[in-house]
């Protein structure tokens, strides 16, 4: 999607993602989140969405437990890294907008999106992405706490926080999770000691 920024010039997300991540040999850490190692405990292995996938550790982690993986994100150069990185595991990895574009797929055991961004403006994002979630399925939101988000010099309150996910689900939904963590590792440069940790399920059929 193209926005426009004070000056009016045009700005392509995908693009600037792709210069990010082609300036480094890699964005993020291989590790996997927390959260979603304590948050999928017990549940059994079936269709996982994993939005912003960014270079595959959570969606890799996934795979090697069973799950059906369909890995989204913005950034074709990410997905073919986390693809090479990723070799023979068995994920969907697939470039989308979630602005614009639809979710890739629907029914899905678990939808996680782990510090993926949403603006205000854009919380429809949010509606997609809990239409998403299976009849029994998981809804699992990580965000780094606002604290952390204000030292890196963004206003947490201009995006749609983890626990705003409540507002939005249907009736019968259960909310499993919504709390700060210690991370365990800072990451940041040690700015975002905690997380905020969102996780529901939707009623089964």
């Known amino acids: 999607m193209n926005l426009r ?7 392509d997300r995908a693009a600037e993602w792709d210069e990010r991540y082609g300036n480094a040999d890699r964005l993020w850490t ?8 304590v948050e999928t405990e017990g549940l059994s292995p079936g269709t996982a969405l994993d939005v912003g996938s960014g270079e595959g550790a959570d969606a ?26 990723s070799g023979d595991l068995p994920i969907e990895w697939v470039r989308a907008d979630l602005v614009d574009d639809p979710v890739p797929g629907r029914d899905f055991e678990l939808v996680a ?18 239409g998403a979630v299976g009849p029994g399925g998981t809804l699992l939101v990580v965000a780094h706490a606002p604290e952390g988000v204000r030292a890196h010099g963004f ?12 507002g939005l689900l249907g009736a019968g939904w259960e909310v499993l999770a919504d ?14 000691t905690h997380d905020v940790v969102f996780r529901a399920r939707r009623p089964a059929a």
């Open 179 to 192: 709390e700060v963590r210690p991370r365990g590792k800072a990451a940041g440069r040690g700015h975002h």
């Open 155 to 166: 206003d947490p309150d201009a995006y749609v926080q983890p626990g705003d996910f409540g």
């Open 60 to 85: 890799r982690w996934l795979a090697e437990r069973g799950w059906q993986v369909t890995a989204v994100d913005i950034s074709q150069v990410a997905l073919d890294r986390a693809r090479a990185i």
């Open 113 to 130: 999106l782990h510090y993926f961004p949403i603006p205000l403006a854009e919380i429809d994002v949010a509606r997609k992405l809990v």
């Open 5 to 11: 920024v004070g000056d009016d010039r045009p700005v």
């Open 30 to 37: 291989a590790d996997v989140n927390p959260a979603l190692i």
